[in-house]
């Protein structure tokens, strides 16, 4: 069976880094383009950062430009962001999910949550 | 950035309803729309892809179509499990932007 099982949220105060993992199984995640997408509370979806599918290529939403980076190795089925200089505006459930060739987030974790408070 | 607007905002219906929500796009996406059903708590499941192609397992209740700027999504004899946030979202420009969400109560 697909997972996408995501960890390495938490608490943070505003300034403070953290560092999300995602592990995948059941799949080839070699094959697969990887996102980040957030959901503040009670707010929609944003795909935050994505990545190739050898990790030549990644992009971010303006917001978290020069201070998100993700990062994938293939080996050990795992994607990462690292995310530095928090502020309360990144407070969300941040989910891991595959973006397949036709723009579709088609596989989905189950989401860490950030929290970023004094 | 092409900016999805999904109506209604929110609605409520009963058990055995049926309901359709819209999205529209601020430029045309082609066939490259995709539709979210979203649980508290849980994480989006894809619906549908490339506006009218159901994915396996879900059911033939619900229907989407559309193009160019334009799509919608009904659900027809609405099941208990049918109750969440539904988002739509443009698979063909990047940023691939989701709607803000229909949020579907039961009455």
């Known amino acids: 069976e697909v997972h996408l099982v995501e960890s390495g949220g938490g608490l943070v105060q505003p300034g403070g880094s953290l560092r999300l993992s995602c592990a995948a199984s059941g799949f080839n995640i070699s094959t697969s383009r990887m996102t980040w997408v957030r959901q503040a509370p009670g707010k929609g979806l944003e795909c935050v950062a994505k990545i190739k599918e050898d990790g030549s290529e990644k992009h971010y939403v303006d917001s978290v430009k020069g201070r998100f980076s993700i990062s994938r190795d293939n080996a050990k089925k795992l994607v990462y962001l690292q995310m530095n200089s928090l502020g309360a505006g990144d407070t969300a459930m941040y989910f891991c999910a595959t973006l397949d060739d036709l723009g579709t987030f088609d596989i989905w974790g189950q989401g860490t949550l950030v929290t970023v408070s004094s | 950035d092409i900016q999805m607007t999904q109506s209604p905002s929110s609605l409520s219906a009963s058990i055995g309803d049926s309901v359709t929500i819209t999205c529209r796009a601020s430029q045309k996406v082609n066939d490259f729309l995709n539709w979210y059903h979203q649980k508290p708590g849980r994480a989006p499941k894809l619906l549908n892809d490339?506006?009218?192609n159901l994915q396996t397992g879900v059911p033939s209740r619900f229907s989407a179509c559309g193009s160019g700027t334009d799509f919608s999504l009904t659900i027809s004899s609405l099941r208990p499990d049918d109750f969440g946030t539904y988002y739509c979202q443009q698979g063909f420009s990047p940023p691939y932007t989701f709607g803000l969400g229909t949020r579907l109560d039961i009455k």
């Open positions: 490339l506006t009218c």
